[in-house]
């Protein structure tokens, strides 16, 4: 490669900026964050934050209740403030209304996530 090939390339616009060292005195944009803090700012950014929480209460509804009312009852769908819930038999309806305070608490300390009510559906087979 020529001098002169060499000299282009530093000039590309595509090519991507090193940073400088501390030593020179000089950087380059905001020092490196850890992955958590820069996408915990993205989601607030984009207004996805209790929304997006609330699908992450979904995915992980057995750990979060325990194997005996994961088996009886499944988290389906959020709007952010409320969790819905489907069950198939009237009985476990009733439990989780009894226990709805509970459950509500534990979510929020396990997730973060302070839902304002749980709503249950019963589904027929």
Same mark, same amino acid.
């Given at each position: 490669?020529?001098?002169?090939?060499?000299?282009?390339?530093?000039?590309?616009?595509?090519?991507?900026?090193r940073?400088?060292?501390?030593?020179e005195?000089?950087?380059?944009g905001?020092?490196?964050?850890?992955?958590?803090?820069?996408l915990? @700012? /993205?989601?607030?950014?984009?207004?996805?934050?209790?929304?997006?929480? !609330?699908?992450?209460?979904?995915?992980?509804? %057995? =750990? +979060?209740?325990g194997?005996?009312?994961?088996a009886?009852?499944?988290?389906?769908?959020?709007?952010?403030?409320?969790?819905?819930?489907?069950?198939?038999d009237?009985?476990?309806?009733? @439990? /989780?209304?009894?226990?709805?305070?509970?459950?509500?608490?534990?979510? !929020?300390?396990?997730?973060?996530v302070?839902? %304002? =009510? +749980?709503?249950?559906?019963?589904?027929?087979?």
């Open positions: 490669m020529s001098d002169e090939e060499r000299a282009q390339r530093r000039r590309s616009p595509h090519r991507i900026p940073r400088a060292s501390e030593e005195g000089e950087t380059i905001p020092p490196p964050q850890a992955i958590g803090t820069s915990e @700012q /993205l989601v607030r950014h984009l207004g996805w934050g209790p929304k997006t929480s !609330a699908v992450g209460v979904i995915a992980d509804w %057995e =750990r +979060l209740v194997p005996t009312i994961a009886n009852a499944r988290a389906v769908a959020s709007d952010g403030s409320t969790l819905v819930v489907a069950v198939e009237p009985a476990w309806a009733t @439990q /989780l209304r009894w226990l709805e305070a509970g459950l509500l608490d534990r979510l !929020a300390e396990e997730t973060g302070r839902f %304002e =009510r +749980l709503v249950i559906r019963v589904r027929t087979r």
